[in-house]
């Protein structure tokens, strides 16, 4: 008798991460927005998402969390990011929306969280 397959999903779920960005510092490092990230992942049965944080930086400034995560987009790492809003990325919307696009590009899905 031979062992089926036919239980085991056929995909499985793309690696998730979630992109925080807070100005001016915040010493609890952004724990209310970590926690609606989680819970909206979970609500859409993806994987607890890597979290990238640039807590204490203004958007105009370098963001070396948001450039390793394109970075690891790029790489074909994750195929999801959460965000708590656009204004993460920029206070700019055309600066953010070109930073979804970029994202985008590489394959991989934004979800901005309600």
Do not use: K, W
Request: charged share 15%; glycine share 6%.
């Amino acid at each position: 008798m031979s062992a089926t397959t036919d239980h085991l999903p056929t995909t499985t779920p793309p690696r998730t991460a979630a992109y925080l960005r807070c100005f001016p510092f915040d010493h609890f490092q952004m724990t209310p927005h970590r926690n609606a990230v989680l819970d909206h992942a979970q609500a859409l049965a993806l994987p607890a998402p890597a979290i990238f944080i640039d807590n204490g930086r203004l958007a105009s400034q370098a963001l070396p969390e948001l450039q390793r995560l394109l970075r690891a987009v790029a790489s074909g790492f994750f195929g999801v990011v959460l965000l708590p809003g656009l204004f993460v990325l920029s206070l700019d919307e055309a600066v953010a929306r070109s930073i979804v696009r970029a994202l985008a590009g590489h394959g991989c899905q934004v979800i901005v969280l309600p």
